[in-house]
C-alpha cells in the first residue's frame, strides 16, 4: 500500500509535468488518469480500512490494471508529435510495466493482506470480545453498587471480579502484542488509531479494575461503617447500661458530709463520664446517617439517644439529690460545730475550777457578766438545738443503722448536757456573785482602812510637835492615838482573812495584785503603829529625860549661888565646891549622852521639839547643852574665885618681899643721898615712888581679904 502511494505520487508528478510542458493532456487520458487518481484514492482508502474492504480492493487493482492496459493502447492512437507522442508512449509503457509491477506487488500484498486479515479477523475478534467482557463486568459492577445483598456476599463478588479483571491483563497484552505484528503493514494512521483503540481498552480496562476497586473499597467502607457502627452502638449501649445499673442502684449510705462528698464526688465523675458519651452518642447519631442500612441505623441511634438522654436525666436528678444531701450534712455539720463550740464554751465558762479564778475584781466581774449573758443565749439557742435535732433526724433514712444507733446516743448525751446547763450556769453565777461580794467587802473594807491610815498618819505628821514646857499634851494624844491603833486591828485581821479567802481561789499571778494593795495599807498601819510605839517609848524616855534635866539644873542654881555667895574661900571650901561640881559633871554628861540617844528616837518617832515660848524647835542635846553651859559658867565661876584666893596669897607674899626689898632700897637710896647731897624735893620724891605701888597692891590685897 505503501509502494501504491509512492507510485500514486509518481504518477500524480507525470501528469502534472505533461500538463505544464503540452499544455495538459486529452479529455479520454485526463479523464483515465484522473480516475486512476480516484482509484488510487480509493485504494488508500481501501488500505486505511484495512481487512473489511481487502477484497474490493483487489478487484479495483485488477480494474486498474485494464485501465492501465487501455491506457496504452488509447496514447498510442493520439494523434501527437513525434516527440510527444513518443515520450507519451513511454510514458504510457512505463505505467504499464508499473501497473504490472503492481498487479505483482499487489499479489503479494493481497497475500499479505490476507495473513494479516487474518490477525486482523483474530485481532478485532479478540478485542470485540474483551469490549464486551469489560461491558459485561461494567455492568455487574453497577449491579453490586445497588444491590441488597449481604455486603460479605458483595465483598466476595467483587474480590473474584477483581481476580478476573487482573487476569484480563493478558488479553490485552495479547492485543497489543497481536496489533504490533501487523503494524507493519499498515499506515501510522492506522497504527495510530489501533494503538488508540489499545490505549482506549487498556483505560477501560483500568477504569474497570478501578472501578471494582473503588467499589471494593466503598463496601469495605460501607462494611467498615456499619461494622463501626455496630460496634460503637454496643458499647455505647453497654456504657449506658452500665450507667443504668450504677444509677438504678439506691443511694449509697452517707453519715457525714465527707462521705456524702465523697459519693457525690463519685456520682460527678460517673455525670462527668456520662456527659462525655453526648458527643459519642450524636457522633452515632451522624454516623447512623452515612451507613448502608441507614433507616434501622437511625431508629437504633435515635433509640439509645432517648436512652441515653434519660439515663442523664436521671443522673442529673441523682446528682441534685446528693447536692442536697451534702447541703444537708454541711449544714447539720456547721450548725451543730457551732452549737457544740457554743456548748463547750458555755460549759467551760460555767464549769470552771473554783480554785482558779482570778483575783482581779474586774475580771470576775466581767466573767459574771459574760456567764450572766450565756443564760439569755440559752434561750435563744433553744429554736436552733430543736432545729439541729428535727435536721438529724431527717437524715436517718440515708444513715446506716449502726450509725444511726450511735447517732441518738450522742443525741441523748447532747440532750442531757443540754438539760444541765442552766443549772451550771446558774450555780456559776451564784460562786461568781459570791466571789464579787467577797471582792466588794475586801475593797471597801482596803479602802475604808486606806482612808483612816491616810487620815491617821496625817494625824501623826500634824501632832510630831512636843513642847518642853507642857509635854502632857503629848502624852495624851499619844494615848488616843494607841487607842485608835488597837481598834483598828480588828479590821485589819478582817482585810487580812478576806484576801486569804480571795488567794484560797485565784491565781498566784492575780493575787499579787490583792495582795499588793493590802500589802501597802499593812505596811503604812504597821508604819503607823511603829510610829505610836515609839511615840510611846520616847514619851517616856522624854518624860524621865526632862525630870532628870529639871533636877540637875536644880543642883547647879544651888551650886552657882554657893560659888557666888563664897567671898573668901579655903581649902576646904574649894574642895568641897570641887568634889559637888565633879559630881554635876557627871550627871550632865550622863544627861548629854542620853539627850543624844533621845534625839534619834524622838526623829523615829516622828516628833521634834519645840521650846516653850518662841515656838522654836529645839532638842534634848540643845538642852543638855544648856546644862553644860551652865556647868562651864559654874566652873568658870568657881575657877575665878579659887585664882583670885591663890593670886591674894602670892600678892601678899609678893608685897612683903617687895616691902623688904623697897625698905632696902630706901635706906641704899638714903645714903647714896646722903653723899650725893640731892636737895630735898627730889630726895622725899624718891621716898614717895616706891611707896605708890606697895599702897596700890596693898589695897587690893585688902579688898581680896
Same mark, same amino acid.
Given at each position: ?30 479523464? +483515465? ?21 481487502? !477484497? ?227 457522633? *452515632? ?49 456547721? +450548725? ?95 460562786? %461568781? ?96 503603829? !511603829?510610829?505610836?510605839?515609839?511615840? !510611846? *517609848? ?19 542654881? !544651888? ?71 551652865? *556647868? ?15 593670886? %591674894? ?26 653723899? +650725893? ?29
Amino acid at each position: 500500500m505503501k509502494m501504491i502511494s509512492a507510485k500514486k505520487r509518481d504518477l500524480q508528478q507525470q501528469m502534472a509535468e505533461t500538463q505544464q510542458t503540452e499544455g495538459g493532456l486529452a479529455g479520454p487520458g485526463r479523464e +483515465e488518469l484522473q480516475k486512476l487518481e480516484s482509484t488510487l484514492a480509493s485504494v488508500e482508502q481501501g488500505r486505511e480500512r484495512q481487512e473489511r474492504r481487502i !477484497q474490493e480492493f483487489s478487484k479495483r487493482t485488477e480494474s486498474i490494471a485494464i485501465q492501465a492496459e487501455n491506457l496504452v493502447k488509447e496514447a498510442s492512437e493520439i494523434p501527437l508529435g513525434p516527440k510527444n507522442k513518443q515520450l507519451l508512449q513511454q510514458q504510457a509503457a512505463s505505467i504499464k510495466e508499473q501497473v504490472k509491477k503492481l498487479e505483482d506487488t499487489l499479489e503479494e500484498d493481497i497475500k499479505t493482506m490476507e495473513m494479516v486479515k487474518n490477525k486482523w479477523d483474530h485481532f478485532g475478534s479478540n478485542f470485540e470480545n474483551l469490549s464486551v467482557w469489560i461491558t459485561e463486568k461494567e455492568k455487574e459492577l453497577n449491579a453490586l453498587e445497588t444491590s441488597s445483598s449481604a455486603m460479605d456476599m458483595q465483598i466476595s463478588q467483587i474480590k473474584v471480579t477483581i481476580q478476573e479483571i487482573e487476569s484480563q491483563i493478558s488479553s490485552i497484552t495479547g492485543l497489543e502484542e497481536e496489533a504490533q505484528s501487523f503494524a507493519q503493514f499498515i499506515t501510522t494512521g492506522e497504527s495510530a488509531r489501533i494503538k488508540a483503540k489499545l490505549t482506549q481498552i487498556r483505560r477501560y480496562w483500568e477504569e474497570l479494575r478501578e472501578h471494582a476497586q473503588c467499589l471494593e473499597g466503598t463496601v469495605l467502607g460501607h462494611l467498615s461503617q456499619q461494622q463501626k457502627f455496630e460496634d460503637d452502638l454496643q458499647k455505647i449501649q453497654q456504657s449506658v447500661s452500665e450507667f443504668e445499673d450504677k444509677l438504678n442502684d439506691p443511694i449509697k449510705i452517707c453519715s457525714s458530709a465527707t462521705e456524702t462528698y465523697r459519693v457525690l464526688q463519685e456520682h460527678m465523675d460517673l455525670c462527668q463520664a456520662l456527659e462525655s458519651l453526648s458527643s459519642t452518642v450524636t457522633a *452515632l447519631s451522624a454516623s447512623a446517617r452515612k451507613v448502608v442500612h441507614r433507616e434501622s441505623c437511625l431508629q437504633e441511634a435515635a433509640a439509645l439517644q432517648q436512652r441515653y438522654e434519660g439515663t442523664l436525666r436521671k443522673a442529673k436528678e441523682r446528682q441534685t439529690a446528693l447536692e442536697d444531701l451534702l447541703a444537708h450534712w454541711q449544714r447539720l455539720e456547721k +450548725e451543730l460545730s457551732s452549737f457544740l463550740t457554743w456548748l463547750e464554751r458555755c460549759e467551760a465558762m460555767a464549769s470552771s475550777p473554783e480554785m482558779g479564778m482570778s483575783a482581779d475584781r474586774v475580771k470576775v466581774e466581767g466573767e459574771l457578766q459574760l456567764i450572766q449573758a450565756l443564760q439569755g443565749e440559752v434561750v435563744s439557742q433553744a429554736s436552733s438545738y430543736s432545729s439541729l435535732l428535727q435536721l438529724k433526724e431527717s437524715l436517718f433514712s440515708i444513715t446506716s443503722k449502726e450509725d444511726v444507733k450511735m447517732t441518738r446516743v450522742h443525741l441523748e448525751q447532747l440532750d442531757e448536757r443540754w438539760r444541765d446547763l442552766p443549772q451550771i450556769i446558774g450555780k456559776r453565777i451564784n460562786f %461568781l456573785q459570791s466571789v464579787v461580794a467577797e471582792h466588794q467587802q475586801f475593797d471597801e473594807l482596803l479602802l475604808s482602812v486606806s482612808v483612816w491610815i491616810k487620815a491617821f498618819l496625817s494625824e501623826l505628821q500634824s501632832t510630831s510637835e512636843i513642847s518642853i514646857m507642857d509635854h502632857q499634851v503629848a502624852f495624851t494624844r499619844q494615848k488616843d492615838h494607841a487607842t485608835e491603833i488597837e481598834n483598828k486591828k480588828g479590821e485589819l485581821q478582817s482585810l487580812q482573812r478576806h484576801l486569804a479567802k480571795l488567794g484560797s481561789l485565784g491565781h498566784a499571778e492575780d493575787l499579787h495584785l490583792l495582795q499588793g494593795k493590802a500589802e501597802d495599807c499593812l505596811q503604812l498601819f504597821e508604819e503607823a503603829n !511603829q510610829v505610836v510605839e515609839r511615840r !510611846q *517609848l520616847a514619851l517616856s524616855q522624854l518624860a524621865e529625860f526632862l525630870q532628870t534635866h529639871a533636877s540637875l539644873s536644880g543642883v547647879l542654881h !544651888q551650886l552657882r549661888q554657893t560659888v557666888e555667895a563664897t567671898n573668901s574661900m579655903n581649902k576646904k571650901q574649894s574642895d568641897l565646891l570641887e568634889k559637888d561640881l565633879g559630881d554635876a559633871i557627871r550627871d550632865v554628861k550622863a544627861l548629854e549622852s542620853t539627850a543624844i540617844g533621845l534625839d534619834g528616837f524622838l526623829t523615829k518617832a516622828q516628833y521634834h521639839l519645840k521650846s516653850g515660848s518662841g515656838e522654836q524647835r529645839t532638842s534634848c542635846r540643845a538642852t543638855a547643852d544648856q546644862l553644860c553651859a551652865e *556647868l562651864e559658867r559654874i566652873q568658870n565661876l568657881l575657877g575665878t574665885k579659887q585664882s583670885e584666893a591663890d593670886a %591674894l596669897a602670892v600678892l601678899k607674899k609678893a608685897f612683903e618681899d617687895q616691902r623688904e626689898e623697897l625698905l632696902k632700897s630706901i635706906e641704899d637710896i638714903e645714903e647714896r643721898t646722903d653723899k +650725893e647731897g640731892l636737895k630735898e624735893p627730889t630726895r622725899q620724891a624718891l621716898q614717895q615712888r616706891p611707896h605708890q605701888p606697895l599702897n596700890k597692891e596693898h589695897s587690893k590685897c585688902i579688898g581680896w581679904q
